[in-house]
T-cell receptor, first 115, second 116 residues
Framework: GESVGLHLPTLSVQEGDNSIINCAYSNSASDYFIWYKQESGKGPQFIIDIRSNMDKRQGQRVTVLLNKTVKHLSLQIAATQPGDSAVYFCAEKGDSGGSNYKLTFGKGTLLTVNP | GAGVSQSPRYKVAKRGQDVALRCDPISGHVSLFWYQQALGQGPEFLTYFQNEAQLDKSGLPSDRFFAERPEGSVSTLKIQRTQQEDSAVYLC??????????????FGPGTRLTVL
């Protein structure tokens, strides 16, 4: 199948471990952030989002942390499973003004989970 | 189906050919987006429709790229006189915008375009 992982930062973990994927964003005016998972041959799939007035949000097995001071976003995956293997992208969007619909994606990280 | 669909899934074109890529958004979704994803990169915004109106085409790389959504549902991205640098995956996404501002964009599987 196709690979979208070439030349991407990579993270390799053992099944059952926790994973942390990091992202630095550029626009201090962005007030909404999303993590997407992209498997080979598929489009990005929404995982979790967070607004800029929050610093942490939890979902099922996933947690997103936002540090606006250093413009840093992280995705934590608990008890990583082989099905979590994919490329993970962070994306940012402004919530008001002209382009509040436009997503700007980061570079992506390839997560490989070893059984 | 319940998701965004795109066709064809794969397209090989000779340099100079015109191509047309189709997107069927989720029924009832008002907003439709096209993104270009080069190998090993994140998707990059191309253009945005709200119903049939193209409100933003600032991401289209050149005037060889043209998108339309004449009836506010299906959209077509057309690339004229394709060049090798047009090789990429073209992603379509749709969303249902409510007053509260639903932010989630649902992506299709993409069309992989290879220009020889």
């Amino acid at each position: 199948g196709e690979s979208v992982g070439l030349h991407l930062p990579t993270l390799s973990v053992q099944e059952g471990d926790n994973s942390i994927i990091n992202c630095a964003y550029s626009n201090s005016a962005s007030d909404y952030f999303i993590w997407y998972k992209q498997e080979s041959g598929k489009g990005p799939q929404f995982i979790i989002d967070i607004r800029s007035n929050m610093d942490k949000r939890q979902g099922q097995r996933v947690t997103v942390l936002l540090n606006k001071t250093v413009k840093h976003l992280s995705l934590q995956i608990a008890a990583t499973q082989p099905g979590d293997s994919a490329v993970y992208f962070c994306a940012e969007k402004g919530d008001s003004g002209g382009s509040n619909y436009k997503l700007t994606f980061g570079k992506g990280t390839l997560l490989t989970v070893n059984p | 189906g319940a998701g965004v669909s795109q066709s064809p899934r794969y397209k090989v074109a000779k340099r100079g050919q015109d191509v047309a890529l189709r997107c069927d958004p989720i029924s009832g979704h008002v907003s439709l987006f096209w993104y270009q994803q080069a190998l090993g990169q994140g998707p990059e915004f191309l253009t945005y429709f709200q119903n049939e109106a193209q409100l933003d085409k600032s991401g289209l790389p050149s005037d060889r790229f043209f998108a339309e959504r004449p009836e506010g549902s299906v959209s077509t991205l057309k690339i004229q006189r394709t060049q090798q640098e047009d090789s990429a995956v073209y992603l379509c996404a749709s969303s249902f915008r409510r007053l509260a501002g639903e932010r989630e964009q649902f992506f299709g599987p993409g069309t992989r375009l290879t220009v020889l």
